[in-house]
């Protein structure tokens, strides 16, 4: 059964950092690109971020550009996300999701239960 | 950035009667588009990829039509547990998109 934990998030305050994991089992981790994808209180869901499945190739999205940072460890079945410069714009729930096919990013058909940040002073 | 637009926002319809749903690209996406269904409280789910390729285990009232610019989810004949909001989402370039959803709503 695939499974995806996040884990990380939590109250920051504006400008300050955050690292989201999410821990991955269940499948080959390292043949799939993994995602994160926010959803902000009460709004439709943005793509942040993809990694292929050897970690070789990176995307982000134009918002966080810069100030986000996609990694993975295939050795630890695990996906990070290193967040910094953060603003009240990102606040979200954060989910991980796995690739449906291949090591490029495709559709999601597994997500994670999610991770909520809140920036706030 | 390719724009997704669906249509209706809100959808008001009764179970056993037929929905469809609308996505509209600001630029061709080919057929890689995917359509999702997100209750309250919940990730979204994963029904249609690549256009009108259900994904496992999604009942076949769901269906995805289109390609190109203008595509279609249609759920043939709605059960009480249907109603949700629904995303369209293209993969052609990056940065992926989604449309801003349709709130399917019970009549």
């Known amino acids: 059964e695939v499974q995806l934990l996040e884990s990380g998030g939590g109250l920051v305050q504006p400008g300050g950092s955050l690292r989201l994991s999410c821990a991955a089992s269940?499948?080959?981790?390292?043949?799939?690109?993994m995602s994160w994808v926010r959803q902000a209180p009460g709004k439709g869901l943005e793509w942040v971020s993809a990694?292929?499945?050897?970690?070789?190739?990176?995307y982000y999205a134009g918002s966080v550009k810069g100030r986000f940072t996609i990694s993975r460890d295939n050795s630890k079945n695990t996906l990070y996300l290193q967040m910094s410069s953060l603003g009240a714009e990102d606040t979200a729930v954060y989910y991980c999701?796995?690739?449906?096919?291949?090591?490029?990013?495709?559709?999601?058909?597994?997500w994670g239960q999610g991770t909520l940040v809140t920036v706030s002073s | 950035e390719i724009v997704l637009t669906q249509s209706p926002a809100t959808l008001s319809l009764s179970p056993g009667e037929r929905a469809t749903l609308s996505c509209r690209a600001s630029?061709?996406?080919?057929?890689?588009l995917a359509w999702y269904q997100q209750k309250p409280g919940q990730a979204p789910r994963l029904l249609i990829y690549?256009?009108?390729n259900r994904a496992t285990g999604i009942p076949a009232r769901f269906s995805g039509s289109g390609s190109g610019t203008d595509f279609t989810l249609t759920i043939s004949s709605l059960e009480p547990e249907d109603f949700a909001v629904y995303y369209c989402?293209?993969?052609?370039?990056?940065?992926?998109?989604f449309g801003q959803g349709t709130k399917l709503e019970i009549k």
């Open positions: 269940g499948f080959t981790f390292s043949s799939y690109a």
């Open positions: 990694i292929s499945g050897s970690g070789a190739s990176t």
């Open positions: 630029q061709s996406v080919s057929s890689y």
């Open positions: 690549d256009a009108s």
């Open positions: 999701g796995k690739s449906s096919y291949g090591g490029n990013p495709s559709a999601i058909d597994y």
């Open positions: 989402q293209q993969r052609s370039s990056w940065p992926y998109t």
